[in-house]
């Protein structure tokens, strides 16, 4: 069983930066699939963005140009810098890992005040 672990949520007003760190508790150099996603209230849930087989980053539309993933494999930790944040991005956001199964962090809220 895989555990993830989220940090860097909060608080911060629109145009400002935060960035998100997901530890997996496992290696994830071999891993396929690994990134973030959102959910607003009333929303569904929604790629932000993630790193599929080590190398290739995918965006959604929305982020591109302002998000940027990344992730350090000695330390099992994928990151999302979020920069110049709008309202329209508060949400939740899940780390995600998939290596044959789905696994899900808790999710760590992010609000952006206009």
């Known amino acids: 069983q895989v555990q993830l672990a989220e940090s860097g949520g909060g608080l911060v007003q629109a145009g400002g930066s935060l960035r998100l760190s997901c530890t997996a508790s496992?290696?994830?150099?071999?891993?396929?699939?690994m990134g973030w996603y959102r959910q607003a209230p009333g929303n569904e849930r929604e790629l932000v963005a993630a790193i599929i087989s080590g190398s290739s980053a995918k965006y959604a539309d929305s982020v591109k140009d302002r998000f940027v993933i990344s992730r350090d494999s000695a330390k099992n930790t994928v990151y999302l810098q979020m920069n110049n944040l709008t309202a329209e991005d508060t949400a939740v956001y899940y780390c995600?890992?998939?290596?044959?199964?789905?696994?899900w962090g808790q999710g760590t809220q992010v609000t952006v005040s206009s």
């Open positions: 496992t290696n994830i150099f071999r891993i396929h699939v």
């Open positions: 995600h890992l998939r290596d044959g199964r789905n696994y």
